[in-house]
């Protein structure tokens, strides 16, 4: 009890080190064709397994992934904790659902919409709280989630607690094959993946980790900290987005209910569980959090138990995750 | 009119009581306890296990039982709080803040679903249902019940005050608020105090949970969030830190929530709090008591 | 260069910088020094933008940036290092170089995403940069790991490369010998010396009079937020007032004697 008694006050978080050169697993691990083998599994999961309820499971998992790939835009790149990332998902949805089935336009031709009102939630929630204490972030951020969920629920165009019905599919026809509709999913989430890693190694990228590591010091090198922080906000805002259209297109109805707190936790524990700022750490923590429930089905009480003691057990022990950024440059 | 003001300083008082803790422990290590409105919830169902253990005894004087259960749970509660803070965020004192809030997050998920288990998913209904007889004090309608709840509320909020404006331990508490590192080398024990913080801010959010149960009856697992959420932002109106500051802002977003329920509808309450939780950020972060502080590089 | 008019600072009362004026020309080297708690940093802060001026002006190349944030300021040509070394640890010792080339960098958010050859090119561009000035301040060790893995020293180093890394027209310097052993900081008088060879004019807070004596263009000393002297460094040196903010007004002849050692003693190293 008094051993580390005060000192803990001081103490910087303690970090293992790797002193281990690079195997050839490690190699593997970090190479650029780990994508490729990522996505080679996708494309061949329906030759193993293509039932219709296993291919709505995969589908969700692979929509899983694009959510918390844009979150850990957020939260791993730049730091900033976002609570209410169900929120954009439920303006992407939302957006999409109301536009394709009063227009009847398929959901594909929703997409530009569905990115200006996604940038302008970004926008709204975004601008004043960003120039904030980030912790006053999160809270707000939490806020704003049952706001939208709130609002959804209450107004008509939504279609209140019972939501929309009756959106069409991607291409317009709802009735299209359950594996077409996982393949197409399955490429676009691939894209945004690659996508969001590459900015992850961009200039705009750096300039995320620096602010996450040290604003001061990204200040003084020329970074505008409070636009750089709203450019991430902006672009986990447009991943969440999208992955609401494919949400909606995928079920083909939705409702409140799918966007509560509960949501954004999850992904907030894909993330962390994977390892914040890694993608493929995060793709494996999505997909290890979206199948759970099926391989733990009798468990389903203890799940979310576990989860928030995993959380706080990853935090302490393990803060970079399962799957690490990789901080060595090659 | 004056029934929407008592209706509102009612509400408040819940609110500034569970918002204290938030403060407390934002004042002393600038932590955002995501896990405190869960306390709340806490309170309320270990006052429900013991209300259920009392049985018949409980029938006969409810007011009575209830504030032994009340003193009961504020240890409990209290108990829990430190133990949080024990296992949860002590590992991570120094640890980047994102660390810090993700850890709360699991603290709060642990909590409402360690509940869950053990209680059921479903609500329970209190044993014990304050409802009674009336009174009219300028057109309102007050009932005995909220008067005792608001007395009790007002009672812990000033012994709080006088604790920490007065006492040895309230100083060491404001010393460690502005400075923790000068604190150890004075030679106070910093963990010690940061413990008893926990334990009082938890004690009083699990009091106002056990009053809640006993006034709206039904309680679950989830009660918790809303008013976590609530909770900060009272916090945050009053300016955050600041235990004058967090009571007022209690009790004003009580009164706001009332006038804006009757004016755009119940079903809008929770969107007009936090639209006002983020306009109060927007245009002033520190709140109303709240100083303003230059943040050394 | 950079013009300071009249600065005044005041935390809640207590005035840090009370009514300081100096300036720094193209290719100087100026030292501010003065003791603990004097306002030096903080003066530094509000050059920089980090602390906003309770009044004064603050110009660079005749601009008005006073109150303007840091990222303004360094975007206008001034550079700096912290006081308690600012590095982005968990990054690497290159990307941490590669954040001075945020402002100049030619890559759009379009080239990052499909890797255009304007992506190609300004990503070797940085890396070349970065690796140019990992050179320029002479980092031994692993340019490809975590900058918190490096020794104190050359950390300093890499936070000095990335200060520079921004092609900066004025480098702010705040206290970099601290904390180094007597070999680093002759090379440390070397750099600063190079740095001005490239035309960069440098300003200086340090406590280590030798190193101030032996680079400085001109010293300015404050006390109590106040300046006190401005001059070349045997000037200063000689000054009464400045010998006496050191020691105190009772100082007896030998200790007035001790500090003019203290304060003059760089000539023989």
């Keep these: 009890m008094s051993a580390g008694k005060g000192a803990t006050v001081q103490d910087p978080p303690v970090k293992p080190v790797k002193g281990r050169g690079p195997t050839f697993v490690t190699r593997f691990l970090e190479s650029r064709h780990l994508g490729w083998a990522g996505l080679a599994i996708g494309l061949l999961a329906p030759f193993v397994i293509a039932t219709p309820y296993a291919m709505d499971v995969m589908t969700s998992a692979v929509v899983f992934v694009m959510l918390a790939v844009g979150l850990n835009i957020v939260v791993g790149y730049c730091g900033l904790l976002d609570l209410g ?96 509709f996982y393949y197409a999913v399955l490429l676009i ?20 980790r620096f602010v996450r590591e040290d604003e001061d010091a990204a200040e003084a090198m020329g970074i505008n900290t409070y636009k750089v922080k709203l450019a991430a906000y902006i672009a986990g805002a447009i991943w969440g987005g999208l992955a609401g259209v494919l949400f909606a297109a995928q079920l083909s109805a939705i409702s409140p209910a799918s966007f509560t707190f509960l949501q954004s936790a999850l992904v907030l524990m894909a993330v962390v569980l994977g390892g914040m700022g890694s993608t493929p750490g995060v793709v494996l923590g999505a997909i290890v959090i979206s199948l759970l429930p099926e391989v733990l089905r009798g468990l389903a009480d203890y799940r979310f138990f576990a989860f928030g003691v995993l959380l706080i057990i990853v935090m302490i022990a393990r803060p970079q995750g399962l799957w690490p950024h990789r901080s060595r440059e090659r | 009119m004056s029934q929407l003001i008592w209706n509102g300083l009612f509400v408040g008082s819940f609110y500034a009581l569970v918002a204290l803790g938030y403060s407390m422990v934002y004042g002393i290590i600038k932590l955002l306890n995501f896990a405190h409105g869960d306390l709340y919830m806490l309170g309320a169902f270990s006052g429900f296990a013991m209300l259920g253990a009392m049985g018949g005894l409980v029938k006969s004087s409810s007011l009575v039982a209830l504030f032994v259960v009340l003193i009961l749970t504020m240890v409990a509660t209290g108990l829990s709080g430190v133990v949080i803070e024990r296992v949860a965020y002590r590992p991570l004192r120094g640890a980047p803040r994102l660390s ?58 000033v012994a709080l005050n006088l604790l920490i404006t007065r006492t040895r331990q309230g100083r060491a508490m404001r010393a460690i608020a502005l400075d923790p590192k000068a604190c150890l080398l004075m030679g106070i024990d910093v963990d010690k105090v940061i413990s008893r913080t926990f334990f009082i801010g938890s004690a009083l959010a ?53 006038f804006g329920t009757h004016f755009v509808g119940g079903q809008w309450r929770d969107v007009f709090a936090f639209g006002f939780l983020i306009l109060f950020l927007t245009v002033r972060p520190t709140g109303l008591l709240g100083e303003r502080v230059t943040e050394r590089v | 260069m950079l013009e300071v008019e009249d600065l005044r600072l005041s935390f809640g009362g207590v005035l840090a910088v009370d009514g300081l004026s ?42 008005d940036v006073t109150g303007r944030r840091p990222s303004l300021i360094a975007s206008r040509g001034v550079s700096r290092t912290f006081q308690n070394l600012r590095v982005f640890g968990e990054m690497s010792v290159l990307d941490n170089v590669r954040a001075g080339t945020h402002l100049w960098l030619r890559q759009r958010v379009v080239d990052a995403l499909l890797h255009t050859p304007r992506y190609r090119r300004s990503e070797r561009e940085g890396t070349e940069e970065a690796h140019k000035w990992l050179d320029f301040v002479g980092l031994r060790g692993d340019r490809a790991g975590l900058v918190r893995n490096l020794p104190y020293g050359e950390q300093r180093r890499v936070e000095i490369a ?75 040196r000689a000054d009464p007032a400045v010998i006496e903010a050191y020691l105190g007004r009772d100082a007896d002849e030998a200790e007035i004697e001790a500090a003019r050692e203290e304060v003059g003693g760089a000539r023989g190293e």
């Design chain 1, 189 to 208: 989430v691939a894209a945004a993946v690659l996508l969001a890693a590459r900015l992850g190694r961009s200039r705009i990228g750096r300039a995320w």
């Design chain 1, 85 to 180: 990332y169900a929120a954009f998902f439920a303006v992407g949805a939302y957006t999409s659902g109301v536009l394709s089935t009063e227009l009847k336009i398929p959901l594909l031709a929703t997409v530009p919409a569905v990115i200006v009102v996604t940038v302008l939630a970004g926008v709204i929630i975004g601008g004043p709280t960003l120039r904030l204490r980030s912790d006053y972030l999160a809270i707000v951020t939490l806020g704003f989630g049952e706001i939208i969920r709130i609002t959804a629920n209450n107004l008509s165009i939504t279609g209140g607690p019972s939501g929309i019905y009756g959106i069409p599919g991607l291409f317009g026809d709802a009735t299209s094959s359950q594996v077409v």
């Design chain 3, 162 to 236: 990335r200060a520079l890394a921004r092609r900066p027209k004025l480098l702010l310097l705040d206290e970099p010998a601290a904390g180094l052993n007597h070999g680093e900081k002759a090379e440390l008088l070397d750099l600063i010396r190079r740095i001005r060879d490239l035309g960069i004019a440098i300003a200086l807070i340090e406590h280590d009079m030798g190193l101030v004596m032996e680079v400085s263009d001109r010293v300015v000393v404050l006390n109590f937020g106040r300046e006190i002297a401005d001059g070349p460094p045997e000037q200063v």
């Design chain 3, 22 to 63: 100096f300036g720094v020309g193209a290719g100087e080297i100026v030292s501010v020094i003065g003791p603990n708690g004097a306002g030096k940093t903080s003066a530094f802060n509000c050059v920089t933008g980090f602390y906003k001026p309770t009044a004064g002006r603050i110009r660079i190349d005749g601009a």
């Design chain 2, 100 to 157: 810090l809030l993700i850890t709360a997050v699991g603290a709060s998920f642990a909590l409402e679903y360690g509940t869950r288990i053990v209680a059921g998913p479903n609500p329970k209904v209190y044993q014990v249902r304050l409802d009674g007889t009336a009174l009219h004090v300028l057109g309102a309608l007050i009932t005995w019940q909220q008067l005792a709840l608001m007395a009790v509320s007002i009672v812990l909020m």
């Design chain 2, 206 to 258: 699990g009091a106002a949970g056990v009053m809640a149960g006993g006034y709206y009856g039904k309680i679950d697992f989830l009660m918790g969030f809303i008013i976590g959420l609530k909770a900060f932002t009272a916090a945050v109106i009053g300016g955050i830190g600041n235990i004058p500051g967090t009571m007022l802002g209690g009790l004003l977003l009580g009164l706001l929530e009332s």
